[in-house]
Structures are given as C-alpha cells and as structure tokens.
C-alpha cells in the first residue's frame, strides 16, 4: 500500500475507519487522549459495541498491519495521512458544536510532524471549521514540511458501521490540490467502485450537515403526521407504508415513533442552525427548530401516554421500560429518547426498571438512579405499564402471554410501533402506539 494511515481519535467513528482501513491492507496506526481504550484495543477488546466490528479489529492486530497509541510523536514520525475523528459534541447550555477536540489534535499534532503528509478531517463540524484548521496547521506545522489539510466527511451508521465503511453510498471529499485528491482517491481505491465528489471545503462539510438536516427531517415529518394522526383517530404505520410506495418518498427513514436521538442528528441540527446564524442565514434553517421540537414533543407524549394508561399518575406505578439504547444494535445511550422518557417518569412519581440487551452497562452508569433489570421479563415484573421504547429484534420477538404473566396489569406502549398489535390486543395486553388509534 502506498500510504501510511494513522486515525486520531478512537471512539464510534475512529476505531471502525481504523479497522477497516488495516482490513484493506493498510498499516494503521490509531490514536487516542484515553490510554484504557488504547489498552483494550490493543489487546483486541472493543470499548463500544458495533456488529462485526470485532472479527475487523483482530485481523488487524493480529496481521500487525494495526496498532494503537496514544503518542501523537509516534503517529507523526508513522503517517502519511492522519484521519481526525475526535467528537464534536454539542457545547453545554448552546447550540453550537464544540469543535475544542478538533484544534486540540492539530495542535498536538502540527509541531510534531517531520515530513511530507495530508491530515483529513472526517468529523463532523461547522461548516468554515477545514478553513480554519487548515491555516492552524499552516502555521504550527514546521518551516518546509509540507503538512496539507483536507476534509473527507463521513456518512456510516451505528450498527451498520463496517458495512457502511467498506461499501458507502459516496465518498465526498473538499481539496485544495490535485495532490491532496489524488493522495485520497488512492487512500479509497481498494473501496472499488465508489462514486467520489470532490469538491472544496466548505461544500463538503455542508454534504454532511445537510445530509444530517434531510434525515433527521425526514423523520420529524413522519411524526408531525403522527401527531395529526392521533387527533384524527388515523394510522400513522399504515399512511407511512402507503406513502412509501411513492419512490420519491421512500420508506427509509418514514419509522414514526419515540424520534431520534444518539450522538449525531440532535447536535447536528442543532449546530447547524447556530452556525446559519453565524452566516447571517438564519432564516434558511429555522424549520430545523421545528424538527427539533416535533422530535422532543414525541418524548413528552411518551410520558403523557404512559401517565394516561398508569391511571393519570406514575405514583405508586411500576414501569418496565425495554430499551434503553438510541437505537437497536448498538450501545450508545447519548441523547437516548428511551433513557430520557425513562428518567422524566422516575421524576414523576414513577418505580421505572429499564432492560437493554447491551446498552445496560452505559446506562447505568449515566443514570444509577434507575432501576435495572438483566432480561425483559425481570424489568416487567410487577409493572403496571410496560414501554417499548427501542426496536431490538429481542423485543419485537417477546412473547405476548409469558410477558403477560409477569406483569401486574397487562397495559403496553410501543413506542417504536414495533409490535404486533394485533398479536398483543388478543393476548389481553391494552395495547397503545405512538400515531395509532
Ligand atoms: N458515531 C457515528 O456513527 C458517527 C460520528 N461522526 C462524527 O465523528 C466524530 C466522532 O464521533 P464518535 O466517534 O461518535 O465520538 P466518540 O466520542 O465515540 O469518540 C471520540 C474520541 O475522540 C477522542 N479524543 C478527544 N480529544 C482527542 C484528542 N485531542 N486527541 C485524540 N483523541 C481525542 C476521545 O477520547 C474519544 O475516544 C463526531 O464529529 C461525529 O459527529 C460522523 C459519522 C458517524
Ligand atoms: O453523523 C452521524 O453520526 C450519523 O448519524 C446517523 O446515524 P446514527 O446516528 O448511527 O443512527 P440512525 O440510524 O440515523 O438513527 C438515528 C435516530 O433516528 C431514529 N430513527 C431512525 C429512522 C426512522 O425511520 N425513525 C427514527 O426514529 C433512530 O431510532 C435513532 O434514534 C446517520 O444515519 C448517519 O448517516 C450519520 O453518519
């Protein structure tokens, strides 16, 4: 391989571009500020959950095409092109992104590196963040290394991550230079076939604010008609199937439900918005308040929903809650709808025992005043009403009568319109969805 990678910043993002990328025949060497992670990787251990992720992590090791550290001299005397892949999660108390993580690494790095090489952002940030990086590094990098920036945003899913890394949809990649372009398109040839944009800066940090904004409002748009759809006694799961027949519309991303939440579309919208209104072009994005609020009036009716069925009152009620991760298949609980709803109704009164089949760890962790339960059928015992609020195929599997017999009263809201209704409706459960009569 003609290059060597290294990956900065190991989290959901970092460790799967690492992986992958010594997958594909690269040495990789990946870096993180947390030396227990560094610790696990290295002796093969992942710190997060992702679905075939692991096997990808051994290979690597076990080639020694991939290594981990924390020496960012190590990463400067080893890559040819280092990928940036720290956070930039949501500041605290503001819209906007805290794009801290990003300077910090350029500042470890720049003064560091010695020789002739490409640093690519990949994670999400404000678009004008890669302009500025780059006069960054311009200016710590040492006289006569040619040290150049590049962005190269990155589209892949939690649960679906290797996939989405080995086979993407797009590669979109903002340059300055026909090197820089080349240096990448060799970096994805071993990817195939994979249609490329190469573009400038600011518009490829744009393809993934505005890729974020079209999903999450998508899917604010399916529980806007929710909303209607419960005030007019309509189906929300059957109008989404029908409109999905239209190829225009589609049917990804039409789930209506609890709404989204995770480490990325909340904090996306948000930041994007905030940085519009640094532009001066606030007013293009304000439907994007609009998503955000439909998005949390779904978490809010949740709880209205569950008050209703426990008697108008969570005093003195038990609720099972099953889900506690954003999203089936994966282990993170940032900006979890499910833990949320959770949380809001132990605030309320409510004796709330939450089951994940691999979010529990984390969710104990960042809620120990919850209750927890290790199987679906110890978090329902004894519930009044039980909330599915994450779609794990687990849940969608449960038996409606076994479930039945351990609850007090057999009272369910799907908050993913997930289940069987009908299968549960037969089975004595008082079954309530989220846009469904
Ligand atoms: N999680 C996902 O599915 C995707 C994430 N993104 C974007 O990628 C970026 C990273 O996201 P995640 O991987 O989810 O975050 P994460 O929080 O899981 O990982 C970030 C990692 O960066 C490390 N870090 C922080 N400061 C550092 C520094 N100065 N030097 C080296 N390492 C440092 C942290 O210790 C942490 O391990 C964000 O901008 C996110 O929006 C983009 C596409 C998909
Ligand atoms: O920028 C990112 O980090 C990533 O954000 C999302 O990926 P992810 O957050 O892993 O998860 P999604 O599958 O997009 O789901 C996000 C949330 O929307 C919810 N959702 C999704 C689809 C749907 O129809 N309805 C719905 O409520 C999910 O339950 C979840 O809470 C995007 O899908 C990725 O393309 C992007 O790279």
Redesign the pocket.
């Known amino acids: 391989m003609p290059y060597r990678l290294t990956v ?9 571009h690492a992986a992958c990328m010594a997958d594909l025949g690269f040495d990789v060497l990946g ?4 030396a227990d ?1 560094i610790d696990r990787l290295n002796n093969g251990e992942l ?2 959950h992702e679905p075939g992720l692991e096997p990808v992590l051994r290979r690597g090791l076990d080639s020694g095409r991939l290594r981990f550290t924390t020496s ?1 001299e190590e990463i400067a005397e080893f890559g040819d092109v280092h990928f940036i ?5 949501q500041k605290r108390g503001e819209y906007a ?1 805290d794009v801290s ?2 300077d ?2 350029i ?2 790095l720049a003064p560091l590196l010695n020789r002739e090489c490409l640093v690519v952002g ?4 404000p678009v004008g963040t890669a302009g500025r990086l780059a006069d960054r590094l311009a200016r710590l990098a040492p006289a006569g290394v040619q040290a150049e920036l590049a962005w190269n ?6 649960g679906f ?1 290797v996939q989405d890394t080995l086979k993407p949809d797009r590669i979109v990649i903002g340059v300055r230079s026909e090197r820089a372009e080349k240096v990448l398109r060799e970096v994805y040839e071993p990817l195939g076939e994979v249609p490329m944009v190469v573009t400038d800066f600011a518009t490829s940090e744009l393809v ?1 604010t505005a890729a974020n904004a079209f999903l999450a409002t998508k899917i604010s748009f399916i529980n806007a008609m929710a909303e209607v759809c419960e005030a007019a006694h309509a189906d929300v799961k059957q109008l989404s199937e029908a409109l999905a027949y239209d190829d225009r519309i589609g049917g990804r991303f039409l789930n209506a439900g609890l709404g989204f939440g ?3 579309l909340p ?2 919208i948000r930041a994007f918005m905030a940085r519009a209104g640094e532009l001066g072009a606030d007013q293009a994005l304000t439907f994007l308040r609009e998503v955000d609020a439909i998005n949390m009036r779904r978490r809010a009716r949740m709880v209205d929903l569950a008050r209703e069925l426990a008697g108008g009152s969570f005093h003195g009620c038990t609720v099972g809650v099953l889900g506690a991760a954003f999203k089936p298949n994966s282990d ?1 609980i ?1 900006d979890s709808p499910a833990l949320d709803v959770a949380v809001t109704i132990g605030h309320q009164g409510g004796r709330v025992t939450v089951y994940d089949p691999i979010a529990l760890d984390n969710a104990r962790k960042a809620h120990p005043e919850l209750s927890y339960g290790e199987s679906a059928l110890e978090a329902v015992r004894g519930a009044h009403v039980v909330l599915l609020l994450t779609e794990w195929q687990e849940f969608v599997e449960l038996d409606p009568e076994e479930l039945g017999a351990a609850v007090a009263t057999r009272r369910i809201v799907d908050g993913r319109n997930a289940l069987n209704a009908e299968a549960w409706r037969s089975a004595g459960w008082h079954y309530r969805a989220l846009g469904r009569p």
């Open positions: 900065i910043g190991t989290g959901y993002l970092g460790i799967t870096l993180d500020i947390d992670k710190p997060i960012y892949c720290v956070g930039t999660p992104a993580y990003m910090a690494a500042d470890s990949k994670s999400t940030v945003p990155e589209f892949l899913r939690e991550a993934k995770g480490g990325c904090k996306d993170d940032r």
